[in-house]
Nanobody, 117 residues
């Protein structure tokens, strides 16, 4: 059974940085698109960034220039480097990975990111 395990969340002051990681286990098959969503209290889940199997990345407007998504296919891991964090970045961040051979999307359990002084 495929599981995605996230790490790297926490409390950081405005202007600080965090690096989220999401590692997959239980699958020998390659993944296609990987990415990160976030959900703040009272708001809908929104896509923050994604990266496809060719390395092409896409960002939500507020993340452009501050966040960088990357992946390590050998480790089946996706990362989200977040710099210049703002209070409005506070949310639960969820990673996802899509199977390259089926239509299945796998999700992480979520990691809390809190930006506050």
């Amino acid at each position: 059974q495929v599981q995605l395990v996230e790490s790297g969340g926490g409390l950081v002051q405005p202007g600080g940085s965090l690096r989220l990681s999401c590692a997959a286990s239980g699958s020998r098959l390659p993944f296609g698109t990987m990415g990160w969503y976030r959900q703040a209290p009272g708001k809908e889940r929104e896509l923050v960034a994604s990266i496809n199997s060719g390395g092409y990345s896409n960002y939500e407007d507020s993340a452009k220039g501050r966040f960088t998504i990357s992946r390590d296919n050998a480790k089946k891991t996706v990362y989200l480097q977040m710099n210049s964090l703002k209070p409005e970045d506070t949310a639960v961040y969820y990673c996802y990975m899509r199977s390259l051979t089926t239509t299945t999307t796998y999700w992480g359990q979520g990691t809390q990111v809190t930006v506050s002084s």
